[in-house]
């Protein structure tokens, strides 16, 4: 029988959890534009902040994955979300990403939110890229600076380090580049760019 997922918000209790999917990543260096020596309480304080709803995704017991869901500016932005997301690396390619990207969509959705944007998924991050485009993101841009990177990612990817600029597309799947659009309905064109950061 399958392990089955459970995606629930964060409690205090959460916190070692939390902490062991985000420091590998925050190590590592390859795919969060945060610093790498970050150290944990900072780094908890950083995702859990204010105006931030923390999830986790847990499977049978053991928690594989979180996401933060917040609005991506205050004021005139305050109706677009964003999103940051980390799967436990011993956890990735089950579809625990997809299954915290949908449920953000829906969350955002049941918040009131009318718009999902995100930013700064590395191009590297190949399976990231692929996720967001399966769900109908398209890459709208790219900084004009290559993110600082280890030597080991300058060593396997030495033209890929720029982060992407991703955002919902019009015209379902079929790849065509277009405007931001609307949780509600993806056909509505809304909004501009914003940013994420995080690992599939």
């Given at each position: 029988?399958?392990?089955?997922?459970?995606?629930?918000?964060?409690?205090?209790?959460?916190?070692?959890?939390?902490?062991?999917?985000?420091?590998?990543?925050?190590?590592?260096?390859?795919?969060?534009?945060?610093?790498?020596?970050?150290?944990?309480?900072?780094?908890?304080?950083?995702?859990?902040?204010?105006?931030?709803?923390?999830?986790?995704?847990?499977?049978?017991?053991?928690?594989?994955?979180?996401?933060?869901?917040?609005?991506?500016?205050?004021?005139?932005?305050?109706h677009?979300?964003?999103?940051?997301?980390?799967?436990?690396?011993?956890?990735?390619?089950?579809?625990?990403?997809?299954?915290?990207?949908?449920?953000?969509?829906?969350?955002?959705?049941?918040?009131?939110?009318?718009?999902?944007?995100?930013?700064?998924?590395?191009?590297?991050?190949?399976s990231?890229?692929?996720?967001?485009?399966?769900?109908?993101?398209?890459?709208?841009?790219?900084?004009?600076?290559?993110?600082?990177?280890?030597?080991?990612?300058?060593?396997?990817?030495?033209?890929?380090?720029?982060?992407?600029v991703?955002a919902?597309?019009?015209?379902?799947?079929?790849?065509?580049?277009?405007?931001?659009?609307?949780?509600?309905?993806?056909?509505?064109?809304?909004?501009?760019?914003?940013w994420?950061?995080g690992?599939?």
């Amino acid at each position: 029988m399958a392990p089955q997922l459970l995606i629930r918000l964060a409690t205090a209790a959460d916190r070692p959890a939390i902490w062991g999917i985000l420091e590998p990543t925050i190590r590592a260096g390859e795919t969060c534009a945060l610093e790498r020596d970050m150290p944990e309480d900072e780094a908890i304080a950083y995702w859990t902040g204010p105006g931030r709803a923390v999830f986790v995704a847990e499977e049978d017991g053991r928690i594989v994955g979180t996401y933060y869901l917040t609005t991506n500016q205050r004021g005139g932005g305050a109706h677009v979300a964003n999103c940051g997301y980390m799967t436990d690396p011993a956890a990735r390619g089950r579809g625990i990403a997809r299954a915290m990207a949908e449920h953000s969509l829906e969350e955002a959705r049941r918040r009131g939110f009318l718009a999902m944007q995100y930013n700064f998924v590395v191009a590297s991050n190949e399976s990231a890229v692929h996720l967001w485009q399966s769900l109908g993101f398209a890459v709208v841009g790219r900084p004009a600076r290559r993110l600082p990177a280890p030597a080991s990612r300058l060593r396997r990817h030495p033209r890929h380090v720029p982060p992407a600029v991703m955002a919902p597309r019009q015209g379902g799947r079929s790849g065509k580049r277009a405007p931001p659009t609307d949780v509600t309905d993806r056909r509505a064109r809304i909004g501009s760019p914003a940013w994420h950061c995080g690992h599939p």
